[in-house]
């Protein structure tokens, strides 16, 4: 079964610092991925797309990592700002299927 | 922006009453989707359309029915309203191999 998860579930930092949030996948055959930025009240926004051959992949002061090979990927998110609070959810694309795979998303707090 | 709208917005309903949510999209994609989404759950996948009148089930399809009979008009059904459907249920659409979501409809069933 394809699966997605994601850690930690919840996360608070100070603004301006900086933060990582983790996306182990188990599906298969591996399209893309992307990370998906929900803001609250507002349906998911895409941020990232990740294929198989890309390592890194920056959008901004979010910067998204692959490792297909252990089937993980990161989002990093530098210098925070108060509006980057919001869920993050990764997202998971499998070829020849039209129903891609979510994560629980984590939830991130950025305090001033 | 994918030219999504759902409708209503917010809606409150009793238990046991028939509930239709409505996701409109101005751009003519193919597919379209029905997610709801609860704390601790992420979005699950209720039903979704791959052309007019066809239409498939997802993993929490119990309760739930759709009809499609236009391509822009994906609408969602829930005959008989019970509590644990209380949820806010997104629509989607598949562009270029991306699915883009609406606003959301926040249901409450008392």
């Known amino acids: 079964k394809n699966q997605v998860e994601q850690s930690p579930q919840s996360l608070i930092i100070l603004e301006g610092k900086n933060c990582t949030l983790q996306?182990?996948?188990?599906?298969?055959?591996?399209?893309?991925l992307r990370w998906y930025k929900q803001d609250t009240g507002r349906g998911p926004v895409s941020l990232t797309i990740?294929?198989?051959?890309?390592n890194t992949k920056s959008n901004g002061r979010y910067t998204a990592t692959l490792d297909a090979d252990t089937k993980q990927s990161s989002l990093h998110i530098t210098a925070s700002q108060l509006s980057d609070s919001a869920s993050y959810i990764c997202v998971v694309y499998s070829g020849g299927s039209y129903i891609p795979t979510f994560g629980r998303g984590t939830s991130l707090i950025v305090h001033p | 922006d994918a030219g999504i709208t759902q409708s209503p917005r917010h809606k409150v309903t009793e238990t046991g009453t028939p509930v239709t949510l409505r996701c409109h999209q101005t751009?003519?994609?193919?597919?379209m989707y029905w997610y709801r989404q609860d704390p601790g759950h992420g979005l699950r996948l209720i039903h979704y359309s791959y052309g007019v009148k066809d239409t498939d089930k997802g993993e929490v399809s119990d309760g739930y029915s759709v009809s499609r009979s236009k391509t822009e008009d994906f609408l969602l059904t829930l005959e008989s309203a019970t509590s644990s459907q209380t949820s806010v249920y997104f629509c989607a659409i598949r562009r270029e191999a991306e699915q883009y979501f609406g606003p959301g409809t926040r249901l409450t069933v008392t």
């Open positions: 996306c182990n996948y188990t599906v298969s055959p591996f399209s893309n």
């Open positions: 751009e003519n994609h193919r597919y």
């Open positions: 990740m294929t198989f051959s890309e």
